[in-house]
Protein backbone atom coordinates (compact mmCIF):
# COMPACT_ATOMS: atom_id res chain seq x y z
CA UNK A 1 0.00 0.00 0.00
CA UNK A 2 2.69 2.07 0.05
CA UNK A 3 3.64 2.48 -3.09
CA UNK A 4 0.38 1.71 -4.18
CA UNK A 5 -2.16 4.88 -2.51
CA UNK A 6 1.03 7.70 -3.40
CA UNK A 7 -0.09 6.40 -6.78
CA UNK A 8 -3.69 6.70 -6.64
CA UNK A 9 -3.81 9.65 -5.05
CA UNK A 10 -2.47 11.61 -7.92
CA UNK A 11 -4.67 9.40 -10.23
CA UNK A 12 -7.16 10.74 -7.85
CA UNK A 13 -6.12 14.14 -8.46
CA UNK A 14 -6.31 14.17 -11.88
CA UNK A 15 -10.22 13.37 -11.93
CA UNK A 16 -10.65 15.74 -9.86
CA UNK A 17 -9.34 18.41 -12.22
CA UNK A 18 -11.44 16.92 -14.63
CA UNK A 19 -14.82 17.39 -13.29
CA UNK A 20 -14.26 19.91 -11.00
CA UNK A 21 -12.53 23.59 -10.28
CA UNK A 22 -10.23 22.93 -7.89
CA UNK A 23 -9.06 26.61 -7.50
CA UNK A 24 -12.63 28.16 -6.61
CA UNK A 25 -14.30 24.83 -5.80
CA UNK A 26 -15.26 25.57 -1.60
CA UNK A 27 -15.13 21.48 -0.39
CA UNK A 28 -11.47 21.25 -2.33
CA UNK A 29 -10.02 24.47 -0.43
CA UNK A 30 -11.56 22.34 2.51
CA UNK A 31 -9.62 19.70 2.05
CA UNK A 32 -6.72 21.19 1.38
CA UNK A 33 -7.08 22.98 5.11
CA UNK A 34 -7.84 19.35 6.20
CA UNK A 35 -4.73 17.86 4.38
CA UNK A 36 -2.48 20.36 5.80
CA UNK A 37 -3.49 20.20 9.31
CA UNK A 38 -3.47 16.12 9.35
CA UNK A 39 0.28 16.26 7.73
CA UNK A 40 1.01 18.72 10.44
CA UNK A 41 -0.17 16.40 13.70
CA UNK A 42 1.30 13.39 12.00
CA UNK A 43 5.16 14.85 12.08
CA UNK A 44 4.30 16.72 15.13
CA UNK A 45 3.23 13.83 17.01
CA UNK A 46 4.92 10.72 15.70
CA UNK A 47 8.06 12.22 13.14
CA UNK A 48 9.41 14.79 15.59
CA UNK A 49 9.85 12.41 18.69
CA UNK A 50 11.06 9.68 16.48
CA UNK A 51 14.36 11.66 15.40
CA UNK A 52 14.87 13.24 18.41
CA UNK A 53 15.04 9.48 20.35
CA UNK A 54 18.37 9.08 18.46
CA UNK A 55 19.77 11.85 20.55
CA UNK A 56 21.78 13.45 17.90
CA UNK A 57 22.25 17.38 18.74
CA UNK A 58 22.17 18.14 14.79
CA UNK A 59 18.25 16.87 14.61
CA UNK A 60 17.29 20.23 14.77
CA UNK A 61 19.65 21.40 12.20
CA UNK A 62 18.62 19.53 9.61
CA UNK A 63 14.77 20.40 10.21
CA UNK A 64 15.85 23.83 9.37
CA UNK A 65 17.49 22.93 6.64
CA UNK A 66 14.59 20.48 5.14
CA UNK A 67 12.44 24.23 5.91
CA UNK A 68 15.25 26.02 3.92
CA UNK A 69 14.98 23.30 1.17
CA UNK A 70 11.38 23.86 1.11
CA UNK A 71 11.53 27.58 0.26
CA UNK A 72 14.43 27.28 -2.43
CA UNK A 73 12.02 24.85 -4.28
CA UNK A 74 9.23 26.86 -3.63
CA UNK A 75 10.94 29.78 -6.17
CA UNK A 76 10.91 26.87 -8.44
CA UNK A 77 7.43 25.94 -8.34
CA UNK A 78 5.91 29.05 -7.20
CA UNK A 79 3.74 27.09 -4.33
CA UNK A 80 2.55 23.87 -6.10
CA UNK A 81 3.17 22.08 -3.05
CA UNK A 82 0.50 23.81 -0.41
CA UNK A 83 -1.66 24.12 -3.61
CA UNK A 84 -1.11 27.27 -5.26
CA UNK A 85 0.14 27.69 -9.01
CA UNK A 86 0.99 30.89 -10.29
CA UNK A 87 2.28 30.17 -13.52
CA UNK A 88 0.98 31.07 -17.14
CA UNK A 89 -1.39 28.71 -18.49
CA UNK A 90 -1.20 30.03 -21.90
CA UNK A 91 2.42 28.85 -22.28
CA UNK A 92 3.46 25.99 -24.34
CA UNK A 93 6.58 25.76 -22.55
CA UNK A 94 7.09 22.56 -20.84
CA UNK A 95 7.31 23.61 -16.79
CA UNK A 96 10.63 21.94 -16.16
CA UNK A 97 11.32 24.02 -13.21
CA UNK A 98 8.18 23.27 -11.44
CA UNK A 99 8.85 19.48 -12.59
CA UNK A 100 12.28 19.58 -10.54
CA UNK A 101 11.16 21.04 -7.39
CA UNK A 102 8.03 18.44 -7.21
CA UNK A 103 10.49 15.93 -8.37
CA UNK A 104 12.91 16.58 -5.47
CA UNK A 105 10.23 17.14 -2.56
CA UNK A 106 7.64 13.65 -3.69
CA UNK A 107 10.93 12.00 -3.78
CA UNK A 108 12.01 13.15 0.05
CA UNK A 109 8.92 12.40 1.30
CA UNK A 110 8.73 8.86 0.51
CA UNK A 111 11.73 8.14 2.84
CA UNK A 112 9.51 7.87 6.01
CA UNK A 113 6.93 6.48 4.53
CA UNK A 114 8.80 2.63 4.94
CA UNK A 115 8.50 3.19 8.90
CA UNK A 116 5.29 5.36 9.32
CA UNK A 117 2.02 4.22 8.53
CA UNK A 118 -0.41 7.24 9.83
CA UNK A 119 2.14 9.51 7.87
CA UNK A 120 1.16 7.39 4.33
CA UNK A 121 -2.39 8.76 4.92
CA UNK A 122 -1.12 12.38 5.23
CA UNK A 123 0.95 12.31 2.43
CA UNK A 124 -1.83 11.13 0.32
CA UNK A 125 -4.36 13.64 1.18
CA UNK A 126 -1.66 16.00 0.94
CA UNK A 127 -1.37 14.55 -2.79
CA UNK A 128 -4.61 14.90 -3.84
CA UNK A 129 -5.23 18.12 -3.92
CA UNK A 130 -1.71 19.62 -5.03
CA UNK A 131 -2.68 16.85 -8.25
CA UNK A 132 -5.38 18.34 -9.08
CA UNK A 133 -4.60 21.91 -9.05
CA UNK A 134 -1.28 20.39 -10.73
CA UNK A 135 -3.68 18.71 -13.49
CA UNK A 136 -6.13 22.11 -14.05
CA UNK A 137 -3.07 23.75 -14.50
CA UNK A 138 -1.56 21.50 -16.90
CA UNK A 139 -4.53 20.28 -18.73
CA UNK A 140 -5.92 24.21 -19.29
CA UNK A 141 -2.42 25.16 -20.70
CA UNK A 142 -1.14 24.86 -24.39
CA UNK A 143 1.31 22.06 -23.36
CA UNK A 144 1.21 18.62 -25.73
CA UNK A 145 -1.07 16.01 -24.13
CA UNK A 146 2.06 13.63 -24.53
CA UNK A 147 4.07 16.06 -21.82
CA UNK A 148 1.14 16.11 -19.74
CA UNK A 149 1.06 12.17 -19.10
CA UNK A 150 5.02 12.37 -19.08
CA UNK A 151 4.73 15.22 -15.87
CA UNK A 152 1.69 13.35 -14.50
CA UNK A 153 3.87 10.45 -14.20
CA UNK A 154 6.97 11.29 -12.86
CA UNK A 155 5.61 13.07 -10.11
CA UNK A 156 3.17 10.58 -9.19
CA UNK A 157 6.19 7.47 -9.36
CA UNK A 158 8.46 9.90 -7.32
CA UNK A 159 6.94 8.87 -3.50
CA UNK A 160 7.10 5.19 -4.09
CA UNK A 161 10.15 5.73 -5.34
CA UNK A 162 11.79 7.54 -2.78
CA UNK A 163 10.38 4.58 -0.55
CA UNK A 164 12.00 2.15 -2.38
CA UNK A 165 15.23 3.95 -1.38
CA UNK A 166 14.57 4.24 1.99
CA UNK A 167 13.29 0.41 2.07
CA UNK A 168 16.78 -1.00 -0.21
CA UNK A 169 19.98 1.26 0.04
CA UNK A 170 21.67 0.29 3.23
CA UNK A 171 23.64 3.21 3.22
CA UNK A 172 20.73 5.43 3.23
CA UNK A 173 19.36 3.82 6.05
CA UNK A 174 22.07 4.81 8.20
CA UNK A 175 21.50 8.57 7.42
CA UNK A 176 17.65 7.64 8.29
CA UNK A 177 17.18 10.30 11.02
CA UNK A 178 18.64 12.90 9.71
CA UNK A 179 16.69 12.56 6.22
CA UNK A 180 13.48 12.24 8.09
CA UNK A 181 14.29 15.50 9.76
CA UNK A 182 14.98 16.93 6.27
CA UNK A 183 11.21 15.92 5.80
CA UNK A 184 10.09 17.07 8.53
CA UNK A 185 11.20 20.64 7.86
CA UNK A 186 9.95 20.15 4.33
CA UNK A 187 6.27 19.51 5.73
CA UNK A 188 5.92 21.84 8.74
CA UNK A 189 7.03 25.06 6.20
CA UNK A 190 4.19 22.90 3.97
CA UNK A 191 1.88 22.26 5.91
CA UNK A 192 1.83 25.64 7.91
CA UNK A 193 1.58 27.62 4.74
CA UNK A 194 -1.56 25.76 3.80
CA UNK A 195 -3.37 26.63 6.83
CA UNK A 196 -2.58 30.17 6.90
CA UNK A 197 -2.90 30.60 3.11
CA UNK A 198 -6.14 28.59 2.33
CA UNK A 199 -7.76 31.32 4.30
CA UNK A 200 -8.81 34.43 2.38
CA UNK A 201 -6.97 37.69 4.23
CA UNK A 202 -5.71 35.07 6.72
CA UNK A 203 -8.82 34.65 7.94
CA UNK A 204 -11.00 31.38 10.00
CA UNK A 205 -14.06 30.27 9.07
CA UNK A 206 -16.19 27.77 11.03
CA UNK A 207 -16.18 25.27 8.37
CA UNK A 208 -12.29 25.51 7.88
CA UNK A 209 -11.71 25.97 11.63
CA UNK A 210 -13.56 22.12 11.76
CA UNK A 211 -11.72 20.77 9.22
CA UNK A 212 -8.31 21.88 10.63
CA UNK A 213 -9.47 20.71 14.02
CA UNK A 214 -10.62 17.62 12.78
CA UNK A 215 -7.52 16.87 11.28
CA UNK A 216 -5.70 17.46 14.17
CA UNK A 217 -7.78 15.05 16.38
CA UNK A 218 -7.76 12.02 13.52
CA UNK A 219 -4.00 12.16 13.78
CA UNK A 220 -3.92 11.96 17.18
CA UNK A 221 -6.27 9.33 17.87
CA UNK A 222 -4.80 6.96 14.73
Known sequence: ????????????????????KPNSSLS??????????Y????????????????????????????????????????????????HNENTSNF??????????????????LSSTEHLLYGVVIHKIPVAAILSAFLLHSQISKAKVFFFLSLFAIMTPLGTWFASNFEILKDYNNY?????????????????FEASKNHTFNASKLLVIIAGILLAYFL
Request: proline content about 4%.
Open 1 to 20: MIYILPLLSVLVGYFIALFL
Open 28 to 37: FKLLLSFSGA
Open 39 to 86: LLSVTVFELLPEVYESGSSKIGIFIMIGLLLQIMLEFLSKGAEHGHIH
Open 95 to 112: PALLLISLVIHSFLEGFP
Open 179 to 195: INAVVIGIFLHVSTTIL
